[in-house]
């Protein structure tokens, strides 16, 4: 387990740090039983594919990279079966703040699970969670957020997970925003993703975040079929009883695809570099690295949240998604950084006029 | 590990047992640089999308299934998003006799690397190896097959695992066929690949081999992308020295895909039931019968190896391939079973007039 547990303890320790936000902006998520329907993206102007992204060096850079290495007589031309593009998922496509939202579905997991579980009144870390107890939650440390998690994602069937996070997609709503969790994803980067697809560029998504926990839903948010949705895995196990096969849901840690465990995901799922790949984060460094590596031309794409306004601004110093040995290292090797702010004419599809 | 550990066990033993002939028929490989390209399929008239496949029953159950479920006004068509077909790789579209050839690729690795290990000249199981003797050979049992996998498939980064695959499958020769192995290939599954991927089905490799195995030549001829090859992996870790990274390939099982392991890998890779599922041994039964839960009408395939003249005959005492409970439960169930020798004009493309 030794490729595992190094970024399992980073990620589980920021975690336990941003859980510090967590409960006090923590409110009763509304049902919604008409869920709204999510365009991949908005039509797009045959002129302008990134209509949502500003003129400017970002944009040029992008169009510019790709009508390279899709003109067959550039000496850089990248046959299409070699055209992997990977993306980050929290803060790269949709939010993360204040707390990366799949954190919002555990809690709400518990929540919802405490009735079958009277003995979580006087559990820890369960208790805490429950009565919105922040400091005992903290003093819980990694092994309570690992219970948490392992309660809430495990043991069940892998049909009834899917069921279970379509639901609370369809019907939770962001505490600050007020909007469903689907509607936080960015519109540029929607438009980015088709912009790829439509110059034969394959997709993929290859998160931190739970791949069961995406699969249900990024399909048709992202217009990324299942099959190229890389995330953080639980170990499942195969039972057939009474003829009918399911998969349950083990309470064991299977990859954590956070910093050294994106290319091992990578390589896992896809088995060939990225030529181009986005992140936000330290936590896509190595992603973006392995793509750098490539001997195609590659693209680096750093997203740079610094729009305090009409998304958030952080970069540094923030628990969640911690951008500061990567945003040294982009500048030093001069990749692109978008600036939310400046490169973005809207954040989300919601704000399209 | 509980979830792996049946599948290794029953993986490993029913390779000792086969191992019994692996020696007597090894002969020297012979190095071709000129690779052959295989063509993925023969063109395909407009008439008939399987013309290799006789006119019979099986032809007819597959078509009809298809044009039912790519049928928009049929009650039972499937959106194309959910049309998932799965292929065992060993027997199902490629031979397996006198044993899995990668088998030969990890005999004739121990060989190679035998000049950098002089140790291997007095330690078992690779003094076995290296001298052909096989009783000693099967007396290092499960432990020493264990040995001989990760020594030949571990240790190394998995740039240069791809590269030493790519050498040997474009000079090794089949010790009975004299062909190249993938020459070996089947004609009328490479049909019904091609058939299914332009009815919009995506097409899936599901494999006890080794995934990084497959993945190097499967592309080229079987036209199924790296990332659509799914099989038995070990694990990897990521390194970054000197501002290089690599991912250097760990002598420790990560998953047996086979048996109970086969719908652990889809949903791992795929992330939902398949409709179409085709194998032929006991070792797919686990994957045809996730494939039979779909809600979506399914098809699930066994080809069933009855030609002893132009390929092999054997099902149910066979230790390569065995097909005894599958074969019952096929037909209990009403499966479609093809026989090679009845339904299919040829066997390989050379073949092909």
Chains 1, 2 share one sequence.
Not at 15 to 35: A, P
Not at 81 to 101: H, M, Q
Not at 173 to 199: A, F, W
Request: hydrophobic share 35%.
């Amino acid at each position: 387990m030794k490729i595992e547990i190094k970024p399992l303890k980073v990620y589980l320790l920021g975690l336990m740090v941003v859980l510090g936000t967590l409960l006090s902006c923590q409110t009763k998520t509304e049902t919604k039983t008409d869920t709204e329907t999510i365009p991949v993206s908005k039509p797009i102007a045959a002129a302008d594919p990134l209509p949502s992204w500003n003129n400017g060096k970002t944009k040029k850079a992008i169009m510019d990279y790709v009508e390279e290495v899709t003109n067959e007589n550039s000496e850089r031309f990248i046959p299409k079966v070699d055209r992997i593009a990977t993306f980050d998922n929290d803060g790269t496509l949709w939010s993360e703040k204040p707390i990366y939202f799949q954190f919002f579905f555990a809690i709400d997991r518990v929540k919802a699970m405490a009735a079958d579980h009277p003995e979580w009144k006087n559990k820890q870390p369960f208790k805490a969670v429950l009565e919105n107890d922040m400091p005992t939650l903290m003093k819980q440390g990694e092994k309570g957020l690992l219970e948490i998690i392992m309660a809430t994602h495990a043991g069940v069937s892998t049909d009834e997970f899917e069921a279970i996070v379509k639901d609370w997609i369809a019907t939770a709503q962001h505490p600050e925003k007020k909007k469903p969790y689907t509607d936080l994803v960015y519109q540029p980067m929607l438009e980015l993703l088709n912009y790829l697809r439509m110059n034969d560029f394959k997709t993929f998504i290859v998160s931190g975040g739970g791949i069961e926990f995406m699969r249900p839903w990024a399909e048709e948010v992202y217009g990324i079929p299942k099959n190229q949705v890389i995330g953080s895995s639980i170990q499942t196990q195969y039972f057939y009883n009474d003829g009918k096969p399911i998969i349950k849901r083990l309470a064991k840690i299977d990859l954590i695809d956070d910093k050294e465990g994106k290319p091992v995901g990578i390589n896992r799922y896809i088995g060939r570099k990225p030529v181009f790949a986005g992140g936000n984060s330290d936590g896509d460094l190595q992603m973006l690295r392995w793509t750098d590596a490539n001997e195609y031309k590659s693209f680096k794409l750093y997203v740079h949240h610094t729009d305090s306004i009409r998304e958030w601004s952080y970069d540094r110093k923030s628990p969640v998604g911690t951008f500061d040995k990567a945003l040294d290292e982009a500048n030093e090797k001069g990749w692109t950084i978008a600036s939310m702010k400046d490169d973005w004419k809207v954040i989300y599809p919601y704000e399209v006029k």
